[in-house]
């Protein structure tokens, strides 16, 4: 099987990518950057951005895996209406005139927003984003439904929570920790009591791999389902378990003011299984 995978060179894409490739699918993956990012004798490499039309490419793949997004790393970011709305509407319409109409869209537990009382986020849960990001994710997940009920492709929305792992933005927790515990030098926490949803990102990438059976939770024209392990503890609990994981001598510091909130928790009948 082929599949057209944008945002390869990303954090989560790029692992699910090497797993695909495990799997012996093959894959056309559109890169801005200069070198290669890896090699494989089943990945090919497009030059170029991934609205381009790539005719070949498209009608030559079963399905469309859609990664690529703006405002992941920084919500400030200038184009991230542009990439995240207008660019990926044309990817679609693209892959609709090449004839590939099975989709995994890959959005975001931004989409929701974060609310002051614990809430456990569903699929039908409102939406109300706080975040550019956010909004702009929300407004895609909406077009994207509608041009699969027009054009009668195969959609499936697959919403990320908290990911981390080998390859994320060094400036996020998780790589800043095991950056600290390397360096020798002691880490403070800011909100130690927030709670959160956390998923491994080879764990991400299995369920995203997994979603690309269309026979498998059959349905009729799209679908949303959330990505996540369901494992749910505070910052405080996380780092602590890194800490242990891996027998650091640093010292940990935690905010004492912070006061308890949860952020981007799943309910449990909305994640893919």
């Known amino acids: 099987m082929n599949l057209f995978v944008t945002g390869a060179t990303g954090f989560i894409g790029k ?26 004798k089943n990945i090919t490499w497009l030059r ?37 709305i207008f660019k990926s509407i044309k990817l679609l319409k693209n892959a609709i005139s090449n ?3 099975k989709w995994i869209i890959i959005s975001t537990s931004s989409e929701y927003g974060i609310k002051k009382k614990k809430t456990y986020f569903n699929t039908k849960t409102n939406r109300v984003p706080e975040t550019n990001y956010g909004l702009s994710k929300a407004i895609f997940t909406d ?11 195969k959609l499936r929305v697959m919403r990320l929570f908290s990911i981390f792992g080998s390859g994320e933005n060094k400036s996020r927790l998780y790589p800043s920790l095991l950056d600290h515990i390397k360096k020798n030098k002691n880490f403070y926490i800011q909100k130690p009591n927030e709670i959160r949803d956390f998923t491994e990102v080879d764990y991400a990438a299995e369920v995203i791999l997994d979603s690309l059976d269309f026979e498998k939770k059959k349905f009729k024209n799209n679908q949303i ?20 994981i891996k027998s650091a001598k640093i010292r940990l510091f935690f905010n004492k003011k912070n006061k308890k ?12 299984r």
């Open 15 to 40: 692992n699910f990518c090497k797993k695909a490739l495990k799997k012996g699918y093959k894959i056309f993956a559109p890169t801005r950057k200069k070198k290669i990012p890896f090699n494989h």
């Open 48 to 84: 170029g951005t991934f609205c381009h039309n790539w005719k070949k490419s498209l009608s030559n793949s079963n399905i469309l895996v859609h990664f690529a997004a703006s405002g992941v790393k920084c919500d400030y970011e200038n184009d991230i209406y542009e990439v995240n």
């Open 99 to 101: 004839n590939c109409k």
């Open 143 to 153: 077009q994207s439904i509608k041009l699969s009920k027009k054009y009668k492709c």
């Open 225 to 244: 389902w959330h990505v996540s392990k369901n494992e749910v503890f505070s910052i405080k609990s996380f780092v602590k378990k890194i800490y242990k």
């Open 261 to 272: 909130s949860h952020n981007h928790l799943s309910d449990k009948k909305s994640i893919w």
